[in-house]
């Protein structure tokens, strides 16, 4: 606690940027060596301004035990960069904030395939349609929705996620306690319940403006990449956008109106090389390899049934080509129930798991004593046979194969 005290109390110095935080931390090694140092030390410090170093002379900790006692009182939890669980990927961005405040459980990220999802507060009906559909189907999938909790697509994109199933980060300009928008209270309660609400801010912080872009760059950090629903060519997302790029992380976009304010943003970014997104699925398929047992293949039945409804006079029933004109890769020929497939393409893996589920219904336990292939390598190769749509999910964690592997016989 004695320790807990000296982070709060760096991290609450107004005249501090968090990249100046992580050059006192540089050099003390620690924020109570950074406490007590000699005035003179801080001039040792690169970066830092006569504001800054001002600040860092005021020595009182009453508002630090003021936090300390206001978090105890509304159950917060208190995260700082020394912590082990501190997520790995926040801690390696430029400026990652000292301290987080948490309300909720909060997820492992370093494990998660986080997904950030933004766009304007003011969109249109298939902004938000997109949005609600983006969350519900990267819920389902296996992912983790992070998002900020404004009107609008912030909205959506969290109410679809959590009709998914799915756990859900808000990242805050606020205190966790501090509920704004106010007609968002109701979902402040949610978020916490399903997955957590995260803030650098101390709990009673309001919201400023200028939070809000510094907020960004936390949404973007914690995430392994984000999209962008509807926003304009100068707007807050795009903001979190440049934050991502600047960090490394992937930049995937929904199409828009040709001519429409709100789809130029994410149609340019489309243009400078974004991944073309039009559902949850497209973006999850990218990490498939990575975090083969996060993703998961609902029931599409359900999915469809729970998928929000396109808006008024949006329609998805325009004539699309045959089947027969786009056949399936590399189906060669069907059988009464199952498709032939040539086993080029395929890894050894994924033969040998195809073979072992001509015969029923198996779970990966099972798949794992049947062929002697290593957990990972099974889940790994499952992960790719459904994406394929050469092996499909049961309740149970059952898996299925909706192909067979062609041989001499159905030449």
Known sequence: MATLKYWLWLSTRKGLRPEQVGKLLEHFGAPERAYYADPEEYDLVEGLTPAARTDLLGKSLERTDAILGECDRLGVRILTLGDADYPDRLKNIYDPPAVLYVK?????????????????????????????????????????????????????????????????????????????????????????????????????????????????????????????????????????????????????AVPGCVGALLSEGPNRLIQQGAKLVTGGLDIVREYAGLYPGRVRFPDSARAMEEAPKAPEGYSDTHESPSREEEPREKVIDKGPQQAYIDRSGLTDDQIDLILALEDGKRTAEELVDLTQIPARRILSALTMLQIQGHVVEHPGRRFESTVRLRTGEEA
């Open 104 to 252: 909720g459980r909060l997820p492992a990220f370093d494990e998660e395939i986080a997904v950030a999802v933004v766009g304007s507060r003011k969109p249109s009906a298939y902004g938000r349609w997109m949005a609600g559909k983006l969350g519900l189907e990267l819920a389902e999938h296996g992912a983790l929705v992070v998002s900020g909790i404004a009107q609008g697509l912030d909205t959506e994109a969290l109410k679809g996620a959590l009709r998914g199933g799915g756990a859900v980060v808000s990242v805050l300009g606020c205190g966790v306690d501090v509920c704004y928008p106010r007609e968002n209270r109701w979902l402040y309660a949610d978020v916490a319940a399903s997955g957590a609400l995260i803030s650098e801010y101390p709990p009673g912080t309001e919201p400023e403006g200028w939070h809000f872009p510094i907020r960004n760059r936390i949404i973007s950090g914690l995430s392994l990449g984000v999209v962008a629903v509807e926003c304009g060519l100068k707007s807050g997302t795009m903001s979190t956008v440049k934050q991502a790029l600047d960090q490394d992380r992937d930049v995937f």
